[in-house]
């Protein structure tokens, strides 16, 4: 969605450089997810953060770290980049509920690190 | 934590024939929902199921949700050109009390193309 933007789009780094991933949200949502997706392995969870003063982490947190600036801004940092973080990375919102809860996703960053 | 195995990984078909992809668990889902990304872009949502037994319909798209909340399915029916992408399911995480965690445990995905 248009309400959820990534920067940047592609990036090329070199192994051992820091890196930061930023996501930016109008859709007012608490709710904001940090996600890797790799061929095979679908979608996987790095961090998640359910508003301004709660981070989590998911499932592949190791090699990461995020940063929550405002309701609307979650960064997602590679603190020294490695060759197998190379992924397609995507930021996705969503607004809590009874059961139902959409997930909105980004227009995704591409990485790769040599 | 909840864990989704998906099925195919990868399906061809020939346009106008039908396409089925699955997911299963071992533990109960709470939910099911499915993603439907396009080649060169992102994960956008199409539909949730909650009840045992739900199936829902979208025009050519059938949703299913096992009796016993451990799979569920997605059904195209003569598929087109524009079917082609890669289709997610996912599990929500829940508490007790029916509110969501946002977690949302993520089948590998299945990749479908469609030959015209």
């Known amino acids: 969605d248009a309400d959820v933007t990534q920067t940047p789009r592609n990036r090329i780094t070199k192994t051992g450089k820091r890196i930061m991933l930023e996501c930016s949200q109008t859709?007012?949502?608490?709710?904001m997810y940090w996600y890797r997706q790799d061929p095979g392995l679908g979608l996987r969870l790095i961090y998640y953060?359910?508003?301004?003063?709660?981070?989590n982490k998911g499932e592949i947190s190791d090699g990461y770290s995020v940063s929550r600036q405002a309701q609307a801004k979650f960064s997602l940092s590679l603190e020294s980049a490695i060759p197998n973080q190379t992924a397609l990375y995507f930021c996705?919102?969503?607004?809590?509920?009874?059961?139902?809860?959409?997930?909105?996703f980004g227009p995704g960053t591409r990485l790769l690190v040599l | 934590g909840q864990q989704v195995m998906q099925i195919p990984q990868y399906q061809h078909v020939q346009e106008g024939e039908d396409f089925t992809t699955y997911c299963n668990s071992s533990t109960t889902l709470s939910n099911i929902q499915w993603y439907k990304q396009r080649p060169g872009g992102h994960p956008v949502f199409l539909i949730q199921?909650?009840?045992?037994?739900e199936v829902k319909k979208q025009k050519r798209l059938t949703f299913q949700f096992g009796e016993a909340k451990k799979n569920s399915s997605l059904h195209i029916t003569a598929t087109q050109t524009t079917d082609v992408g890669t289709y997610f399911c996912?599990?929500?995480?829940?508490?007790?009390?029916?509110?969501?965690?946002?977690?949302?445990?993520f089948g590998q995905g299945t990749i479908l193309t469609v030959h015209p």
């Open positions: 953060s359910f508003d301004v003063k709660d981070i």
């Open positions: 859709k007012g949502h608490d709710r």
């Open positions: 996912g599990s929500l995480s829940l508490d007790a009390g029916g509110t969501s965690y946002g977690k949302l445990t």
């Open positions: 996705a919102t969503s607004d809590p509920g009874q059961g139902s809860e959409t997930q909105y």
């Open positions: 199921l909650v009840k045992s037994g």
